[in-house]
């Protein structure tokens, strides 16, 4: 059943439906927000659809799936609910709301890849441990999308614990990127819910550890950085390698330097 997605780039994600529209009183067609994932049914009786503003990224309204079926030429899906639809003007999405996969990530090296090593986008409970990273560009990204690829959905609960970041993020920006790219970031207020980032250890030329935007409760404690020169800086403007933005609850401490 494909209610996520996994691809050679490390991503896991959930999918969002592009410009539905009312088409009954209670039926609402959508397109696909990339060719790549044209033809995909996200849905089955019994689920729950959220018809969402990517502006505010809260949602128009919820209703229980009753049936779900995808055009012959891929391109367009019909889903029929069990509720009345009301009229949903420009600028929406569709999720289903009951496939997000939970997330168990332990043991595994990442790296020698672009542009990241994961990008994780369930809301189910995710934890990513005793892994080692040395990537290109981010070593874990927890996104959210709904411009351009159409990948949907905040995190509810991550927890990202005892993992090597070996120059990850060399070629510059930050090793954990939180960074939902959404239509208006200020307008949308809190997007992830709750993130922890504990007892890892950061080894790079410079203090670049994270950039989190849009998180309701931030945890980053007990990390470790060791300075490493062998690559080409690329230095960020905090002086600390930390950078918060639009975030309501943070408990934040500096990496001990080792």
Same mark, same amino acid.
């Given at each position: ?10 991503t ?21 927000g990339?060719?790549q ?29 009753k049936?779900s079926?995808?055009?012959?030429d ?21 999720? +289903?709301?009951?496939? &997000?996969?939970?997330i168990? =990530? !332990? ?5 020698? #890849? /672009? ?13 990513v441990?005793?892994c080692?990273f040395?990537?290109m560009?981010?070593?874990i ?10 990948e949907s ?11 090597i970041f070996? +120059?990850?993020?060399? &070629?510059g920006?930050?090793? =954990? !990127? ?5 239509? #208006? /970031? ?6 992830h819910?709750k993130?922890?980032?504990e ?5 790079s030329h410079?203090k670049?550890?994270m950039?989190a935007?849009?998180?309701g409760?931030?945890?980053?404690r ?22 918060i933005e ?6 934040v ?6």
């Amino acid at each position: 059943r494909p209610h996520f997605i996994y691809n050679t780039l490390g991503t896991i994600e959930r999918l969002c439906l592009k410009d539905p529209k009312k088409a009954g009183d209670n039926v609402f067609k959508a397109t696909y927000g990339h060719p790549q994932l044209s033809g995909v049914n996200i849905f089955k009786e019994g689920d729950k659809v959220a018809i969402i503003d990517t502006e505010t990224t809260k949602p128009l309204f919820t209703a229980k799936v009753k049936k779900s079926e995808v055009s012959k030429d891929g391109s367009e899906i019909v889903v029929t609910t069990y509720e009345d639809i009301p009229q949903i003007a420009e600028g929406y999405v569709a999720e +289903n709301l009951s496939i &997000a996969p939970q997330i168990h =990530i !332990s043991g595994t090296e990442s790296g020698a #890849n /672009r542009p990241r090593g994961f990008l994780l986008s369930s809301s189910g409970k995710t934890l990513v441990e005793n892994c080692k990273f040395y990537n290109m560009y981010a070593a874990i990204h927890l996104g959210g999308e709904m411009l351009n690829w159409f990948e949907s959905g905040k995190v509810k609960d991550v927890t990202i614990r005892n993992n090597i970041f070996d +120059n990850s993020a060399y &070629a510059g920006g930050y090793v =954990i !990127s939180i960074f939902p790219k959404i239509k #208006n /970031r200020d307008m949308a207020g809190i997007f992830h819910e709750k993130i922890v980032i504990e007892d890892n250890h950061f080894r790079s030329h410079e203090k670049r550890f994270m950039l989190a935007s849009n998180v309701g409760e931030l945890i980053f404690r007990n990390n470790t950085y060791t300075e490493d020169k062998s690559l080409p800086s690329h230095p960020e403007k905090e002086s600390n390698g930390i950078k918060i933005e639009l975030c309501e609850k943070i408990i934040v401490e500096e990496p001990n330097v080792q």
